[in-house]
């Protein structure tokens, strides 16, 4: 983990639920657990942490689906591992309609040592939130962000900008968003890569927006999607946005490679995106506008490994 004040720290790995209430259409989870979520008990999570303690970790990665799935539970798991290991600073993922409705909770999290929210955002557009059933909207990714900022809190947001429903305008605006809100820091870029998965099971696989996408219709997998990858195969109706995706994926991947700062590859993805849409140009970096909305220098918390899908 990187810390705001720039210094490092052994990241360590526990849960205090396991499941999820909610069936986002696109999410694996909703075939296995079918909105169901257990808790794990505080104590039994205490005495994870001190293992991870006692090996090393200095920090935890609560790795629940949504640690907001029970918020009583949550803010007991943090207030014990707070008493019981003060120096240990923790993240976790929440859904933005839970972090607006228990948006008082965020300053205690704040203080017993939360640094960072990953939230899955996924998209601005309504229309694409809808078909995926995330539960928000693109005004209430905006209202999360002010109000995890407001607690002190460094929100995370993880993305999937490749759906069959978006198109290269969205992509675009995507971009213009993550700079205006100060979060090109807090975006790995890979998530600016992502294609959307339906694997079998998924909600999606059946469901009248996803159908005319799929390259091919039959129920079994030999039929329509691709066993070795476990997912249904689709194409874009704009081939722009397939080939942009390859192209952002490449560019990603090869910056991770090179340790490439995050605002490099920003604006390799910008210029990826306008030569697309067949702009001119790029348009500038504004790295000082961008050090301002990000906090004027401080690190943004992180974890120094970002996973590629």
Not at 80 to 90: M, N, V
Not at 296 to 309: A, D, M, Q, Y
Request: glycine residues 6%.
């Amino acid at each position: 983990v990187v810390r705001p004040d720039g210094s490092e720290g052994i990241t360590g790995y526990t849960e205090a639920t396991r499941g999820c209430k909610h069936r986002c259409r696109h999410c694996p989870l909703p075939a296995v657990y079918d909105g169901r979520f257990f808790v794990v008990p505080v104590e039994q999570v205490v005495a994870d942490a001190r293992r991870l303690v006692a090996a090393g970790a200095t920090h935890l990665t609560l790795g629940d689906p949504d640690f907001m799935n029970g918020p009583r539970h949550a803010i007991a798991v943090a207030r014990a591992l707070h008493d019981a290991l003060p120096e240990i600073t923790f993240d976790v993922t929440a859904k933005v309609e839970h972090l607006l409705a228990h948006r008082a909770l965020l300053p205690e999290l704040a203080r017993l040592g939360c640094l960072f929210v990953v939230s899955a955002v996924e998209s601005l557009s309504d229309r694409v939130l809808s078909i995926l059933d995330k539960g928000h909207t693109r005004a209430d990714v905006a209202e999360a962000i002010a109000v995890t900022r407001a607690a002190g809190l460094s929100l995370r947001p993880s993305l999937l900008p490749f759906t069959p429903w978006s198109t290269l305008e969205e992509y675009v605006e995507l971009l213009d968003f993550i700079e205006s809100h100060g979060l090109v820091a807090a975006v790995d870029p890979v998530q600016l890569a992502i294609r959307l998965l339906v694997p079998p099971g998924s909600l999606l696989a059946e469901h009248g927006e996803f159908l005319p996408h799929r390259r091919a219709a039959g129920d079994r997998i030999s039929k329509g999607s691709d066993e070795a990858a476990l997912t249904w195969r689709w194409e874009h109706p704009d081939p722009r946005m397939d080939a942009l995706q390859r192209a952002v994926y490449t560019a990603v991947e090869q910056a991770a490679e090179r340790g490439e700062p995050p605002d490099e590859t920003f604006d390799a993805v910008r210029a990826l995106a306008a030569e697309a849409d067949g702009s001119s140009s790029a348009r500038p970096a504004r790295r000082a506008e961008r050090a301002r909305l990000s906090g004027e220098g401080r690190s943004v918390p992180r974890l120094t490994e970002p996973w590629f899908c």
